[in-house]
């Protein structure tokens, strides 16, 4: 009698050590380090598994409720500021002698020659090109 508690109880913690390793979470991705980029404003890779908890590698749909992260991702990206052309807003002031003219455009940060967010460009892209402008000309009054 004494023996076979010894062995269910043997058998309950084997059985409970196999669930827990393998139990809810029995596949997960692995990953590895990212792979070297592909050059100025290119894709650099990094290879996703999914594994079993015995080390495995399993077909991608056994994980396939398990959130992945990204196995592909842009490297040495290029930040460029473009404008817009100048477009006067409002009306110029001041008479026919002197006039002032306020103007603005639309500045637009590229990332590797595509829009990206303006913050992206912040700090990266040179000096931020001005949006506003106020341009003073003097005008000839003709004499009749």
């Known amino acids: 009698m004494k023996n076979t508690i010894i062995f269910f109880i043997f058998l309950i913690l084997l059985i409970g050590t196999n669930s827990e390793s393998c139990g809810k979470r029995s596949y997960h991705w692995e990953y590895q380090n990212w792979g070297e980029c592909t050059g100025e404003c290119g894709v650099q890779y990094r290879r996703v598994d999914c594994v079993s908890c015995d080390g495995t590698i399993s077909d991608s749909s056994m994980c396939s409720n ?44 590229k990332k590797c020659g595509v829009n990206a967010p303006i913050y992206e460009c912040d700090g990266v892209a040179g000096v931020k090109p001005p949006t506003h402008k106020r341009d003073r000309k003097l005008k000839l009054i003709k004499q009749k």
């Open 66 to 109: 398990i959130p992945k992260e990204m196995d592909s991702q842009p490297c040495n990206p290029i930040f460029t500021w473009e404008t817009s052309e100048w477009r006067n807003v409002g009306r110029c002031r001041g008479g026919c002698i002197r006039r002032r003219c306020n103007f603005e455009r639309d500045i637009y940060c």
